[in-house]
């Protein structure tokens, strides 16, 4: 897609608008041939204004006229009936606005093709019906739209052609009326099971119980205000939410990695309010950080190094200063095996392993000794369908064991998929703790802040809603 | 039954949190509540030691209105200025001092720390403290700083990192020493400066933004190099002939009529160098086109978020080019400031370290060009202070006074602003 847009150099083929091949060597070409691109990772200065952001690289003359741009805004703005605020500093808008506002600038230059990578992976359920909403009035407007996902029900939803794309090659087209498990062999190339075989939970007691838990974010908002809830052992609680709403702060106040302002944590009795990560891995929990590429593993170190970046001073691998390489590679070998990680050799550095093998990988780590609790973030993010059937599995799998897992998810697929209790967090709160089988539109109200009882109602009250996510 | 839109459920405003002091924020706080207590307490202590009465006068023996001079006991004055000092100091760590009310009394604790010192300082000497020199010198001593900030704060903005400002600075005060010894002309040296000064730039931009070199180590290297070609020219060249390429013309003294006349502001502010009131103008024009220009946007967007920058079509690399030449441009004036808008004569590290603290003055004023313009400003003074204590027969080393500037520096980055937020992708090469 970046060669697309410009931003990249295509080694070989062509790129063919209304007949013509076409090259473009910088993304004003492709502007100027009508292609506007949603990014994943949002093209917006943070610390400007929405309005400068809209202006930017088409300011309309050397001195900038604010005046005129807002006012272009707010044309554009109610022109596709998506509201922003001309004079809101990005940074302080919640995600979905910031999406509307990376719409708006591909809008704003007449794109006739426009491209989202990705769109959906930050959003909530209703902010996904609004965006899908906005994609089809354009689309009846006469533009041609490019979507890009690794969701299944999102492509089924809305697309009128399906190609699917494995490993930078087309593997087939398909109608938006195949099945899902049709789209995920197309996908990863072989039968895919999407569900997971999930025996029913056998909850015994309690092994992490948060009481109260207040955090602050390192600017000092308050991102979890009071949570409190239990985990059994054997069962997986979910908690899902929008991304933002002091999930992150919630998983690392576990881990020790900050200080909760007040609250307490206990694992298996003991608390872990004041402990380091050091003491709370040594105590026995696994944690799954949500940012693989920065928190997860040291990107230069071998496979092996990575597999006992916690274990480092066990006896098992090192004697007093000097590791015990021997055992270090046979513990690789045999995690390798047994996890399915498809790398050359454990000698590589991790860097050079897939998005799912490196997740493979950080998962062993965890799992490869006895755990009281697993918090896992986002574990399969990025991940194929292939490699997330499987890391789900092993997670289910550490449940069975007697681990009380706290998984912590944005996906309201891997919600359903694997908890036993969903807890919904919304602004660091707890809205409510709900069973799995709550409707997907009820936990999408929820996630929004809306109390159970009321989303219930509400859902009801609109049995007419255009359905994109089940 | 209720009918509620599911949608009017949604929130489109601004996310505002409950917001505790931020970790950053109540650093900061109790570090410079703690440097203003420390402060007043060694004020208060240091009060004890004056030796009589000190004087300020307001006037100098040349001035056409003649001011009274104002004469305070020391000891007291110290004394009562070390306690407010300590006061503040003590709000700042208690938590109770909030908004506005904040920020005048910190201004306040800095005229006590200010005039208490002096105060001390100045007690039982046989000469009154010069009020006037004070300020002339101020502006003096802080208008290279200025360029050279207003150089750093166009670089940073637009994603590089400006260390070799002190580099730019010599050679463009060596070039308008030559240039302005040969020809004799003031106005062929200053372009010859800031042709120096965007030769130096150019350096600068070529290797960070096209060879992408570490922009800190290049910027030191660049410094040497400078010190080591100016430094070289001059043994060789200059020194054997410096009654023909080292006798350049100095830039006269312009009085603003009307102004200049004001008693005790006039002569110090309106009646100076041209680059003075350059120094002032180019503030606003720097001001105006960051944050007023299509130019501008550009460049804080190139520092911000170079990604973005690149998907609406912006150059770049040609923009952090441009940034840093007219950076350049800048400090090629703040360098000829120290031959033809002093003494016309260059010698060897003629800048002594002026750059960095231009730098330093770029981080302290977050990287905006006015906001840096004023703590250029405060180092002037400092430095002004010191020399000035000097001549007073100050009752401590003069080794100390020279120190004064730099400490000051030291304290004000580390107590009184703390960690600030830069440009998003300064520092960081862009490539694709």
Redesign the interface.
């Known amino acids: 897609m970046n060669v697309l847009y410009g931003l990249l150099e295509p080694d070989d083929g062509e790129i063919i608008i209304d007949g013509s091949p076409r090259t473009f060597a910088n993304p004003r070409e492709a502007m100027a041939a009508g292609i506007g691109m949603v990014h994943q990772h949002f093209m917006l200065v943070d610390v400007f204004t929405v309005t400068e952001n809209l202006m930017l690289g088409r300011e309309g003359g050397p001195v900038l006229n604010p005046g005129a741009a807002r006012k272009r805004v707010q044309e554009l703005s109610s022109r596709y009936g998506m509201p922003v605020e001309p004079d809101a500093l990005v940074e302080d808008l919640p995600v979905g606005v910031q999406q509307r506002v990376e719409i708006l600038k591909a809008l704003a230059n007449d794109a006739r093709f426009l491209v989202f990578d990705e769109p959906t992976a930050v959003l909530t359920p209703q902010e996904i019906d609004d965006l899908m909403r906005v994609m089809q009035s354009l689309r009846d407007e006469g533009k041609g739209i490019v979507f890009i996902t690794h969701k299944l029900r999102e492509v089924r939803a809305i697309a009128d052609r399906i190609t699917v794309m494995r490993r930078g090659a087309i593997v087939g087209q398909a109608q938006p009326h195949s099945s899902e498990a049709d789209l995920a062999e197309l996908m990863v190339g072989r039968a895919v099971d999407l569900r997971v075989g999930k025996a029913p939970a056998h909850p015994a007691g309690t092994r992490l119980a948060v009481r109260d838990l207040r955090v602050a974010n390192s600017a000092g908002g308050i991102v979890v205000d009071g949570l409190s809830f239990d985990v059994a052992g054997g069962e997986i609680l979910c908690v899902a939410g929008v991304q933002g709403n002091g999930q992150s702060e919630l998983a690392d106040a576990l881990l020790g990695n900050i200080a909760p302002l007040s609250g307490e944590i206990l694992m298996d009795g003991v608390s872990l309010a004041k402990a380091s990560p050091h003491a709370t891995i040594t105590a026995g929990m696994g944690f799954v950080p949500e940012d693989r590429e920065t928190d997860g593993f040291v990107a230069s170190f071998s496979i092996a190094e990575n597999l006992i970046l916690n274990r480092s001073t066990d006896a098992e691998f090192a004697t007093g200063l000097a590791l015990n390489w021997g055992a270090i590679r046979d513990n690789a070998e045999a995690r390798k095996e047994e996890f399915d990680i498809r790398a050359q050799s454990v000698s590589d550095p991790i860097s050079s392993l897939s998005g799912g093998n490196k997740q493979k990988v950080i998962l062993a780590r965890e799992l490869s000794r006895p755990l009281a609790v697993l918090v896992a973030s986002q574990p399969t993010r990025g991940v194929d369908v292939g490699a997330i059937e499987f890391l789900h599995k092993r997670i289910v799998a550490e449940r069975d064991q007697g681990t009380a897992v706290l998984l912590v998810s944005t996906e309201l697929d891997e919600v359903e998929a694997l908890a036993d209790r969903v807890l919904v967090m919304y602004r660091g709160t707890l809205v409510g703790i709900v069973p799995p089988d709550t409707p997907r539109e009820v936990l999408g109200l929820m996630m929004a802040g809306v109390p159970f009882e009321e989303a219930t109602k509400v859902e009801a009250a609109t049995p007419t809603k255009e359905d994109f996510h089940g | 039954?209720?009918?509620?839109d599911?949608?009017s459920?949604?929130?489109?405003?601004?996310?505002h949190?409950?917001?505790?002091?931020?970790?950053?924020?109540?650093r900061a706080r109790l570090s410079t509540g703690g440097l203003l207590v420390a402060l007043g307490a060694v004020l208060a202590l240091l009060a004890f030691g004056a030796r009589g009465d000190a004087a300020f006068a307001l006037s100098d023996a040349f001035a056409t209105v003649p001011l009274p001079t104002i004469v305070v006991p020391g000891m007291a004055t110290a004394l009562m200025c070390g306690f407010l000092t300590a006061i503040v100091g003590a709000g700042f760590l208690s938590g109770k001092l909030t908004g506005s009310l904040r920020t005048w009394a910190a201004v306040v604790a800095g005229f006590a720390v200010a005039f208490g010192f002096i105060a001390w300082a100045g007690s039982g000497s046989a000469f009154p403290f010069p009020v006037a020199n004070q300020l002339s010198g101020t502006i003096v001593l802080a208008t290279p700083l200025v360029f050279g900030a207003l150089a750093g704060v166009l670089c940073e903005n637009a994603g590089v990192v400006n260390v070799s400002i002190e580099g730019e600075f010599l050679v463009a005060a060596f070039t308008a020493a030559t240039v302005g010894s040969i020809t004799g002309s003031l106005v062929a040296a200053l372009i010859a400066a800031m042709a120096a000064g965007v030769a130096m730039a150019a350096l600068l931009a070529l290797f960070s933004i096209k060879y992408l070199v570490d922009q800190v180590v290049l910027g030191v290297v660049l410094n040497l190099l400078a010190s080591g070609i100016t430094g070289f020219l001059f043994d060789q060249l200059i020194q054997p002939n410096s009654a023909t390429l080292n006798a350049a013309p100095q830039l006269p003294r312009v009085a603003i009529p009307g102004l200049s006349a004001i008693p005790l502001l006039g002569p110090a502010l309106f009646n100076q160098s041209p680059l003075v009131y350059l120094a002032v103008l180019a503030v606003v024009v720097v001001a105006l086109l960051l944050y007023?220009?299509?130019?501008?946007?550009?460049v804080?967007?190139v520092g911000?978020?170079p990604?973005?920058?690149?998907?609406?079509?912006?150059?770049v690399r040609r923009t952090r080019w441009m940034a840093v030449l007219v950076g350049g441009l800048f400090a090629g004036l703040g360098g000829a400031y120290f031959t033809i808008g002093s003494t016309g004569g260059f010698i060897k590290d003629i800048t002594v370290g002026n750059g960095f603290i231009a730098l330093a003055a770029v981080i302290m004023g977050r990287w905006h060009p006015v906001r840096a313009a004023f703590m250029a400003l405060f180092f002037g003074f400092v430095t002004q202070l010191a020399s000035q204590l000097q001549s007073l027969n100050a009752p401590m080393p003069s080794q100390f006074l020279l120190m004064l500037p730099y400490l000051a520096t030291i304290v004000a980055v580390a107590g009184l602003i703390g960690r600030s937020r830069g440009p998003?992708a300064d520092g960081v090469p862009y490539t694709?």
């Open positions: 039954m209720t009918t509620v599911p949608m459920l949604m929130d489109d405003a601004p996310i949190l409950e917001v505790t002091e931020s970790r950053a924020a109540r007023r220009t299509r130019w501008g946007l550009r804080r967007s911000e978020h990604e973005a920058a690149d998907t609406v079509g912006i150059n998003k694709k």
